[in-house]
């Protein structure tokens, strides 16, 4: 009854059940072990904030936190892409060795790098530094140990975001834990995009289903694009 099924599920389990059964695609919205609709936002993101000419290959990726489901996507993703990916945060939370090995596959063919640390200082070495919750909501029985283990240490504030590559921009897939691991004056500051990452991700879900449901659609002429665009801009001076 559907043409398309996005599953967001803290069962892997699940997944690779509609996996099986089901005859239409079947997208990850999010797992435990993955959020690739996730980084097709933060890709965009970051690219749509380049802007002295440099490719995503250029980059490094600081990740502040726990091996979630987010750094394991990103540490692949950015693996695939040819960018550097850092880990940051305590030794106990760190990413899984399979899946590093896997990552390290794909930096072999793409030139990427990969670091686990607990050096907070490696962000000196970074482009772009990303945040996510120390915590997640399968893990609310752990908050105030894990809560200890990283802060204030691997807490994103202002202070920490100045040690980063100049012109370094700030990722966080929301929502965020105000003064965990991430300051309110970080997260609002002028190289933070993690509100227009935010935005991005209902564009990037809009091209998932555009690509699974209209491969065979024609690519549109300038005058429909032009009649189009005109009529947005037309609404928006509306308002």
Known sequence: MCDIIMARTNSP???DGLLKMSTVPVINGLDTRFHPTQM????????????????LSDLTLAFMGDATDVCRSLMLTCA???M?????????YHMQQEWIEMALNFCEESGGTIEITEDVERISECDVVYGDSFYW?????????????????????????AKARPGAMLLHCLPAND???????????EYSVAFDESENRLTAQMAILVY???KDAVIP????IKYHEDKINGFLKTL
Do not use: C, N, W
């Open 40 to 55: 097709l936002a933060d890709l965009f993101t970051i690219k749509e904030h380049i802007t002295d000419g440099r490719k």
């Open 212 to 214: 699974f449901t209209h």
């Open 80 to 82: 695939k892409y040819g």
């Open 137 to 161: 909501v399968t893990q609310k029985d752990e908050k105030e140990e894990r809560l200890a283990a990283f802060m204030p240490d691997y807490v994103i504030t202002e202070e920490l975001m």
């Open 179 to 189: 003064q965990e691991e991430i300051t309110r004056g970080a997260l609002e500051s």
């Open 221 to 224: 002429t300038q005058e429909t």
């Open 84 to 92: 550097g990916f850092k880990q940051i945060g305590p030794k106990k």
């Open 13 to 15: 389990e699940t997944l």
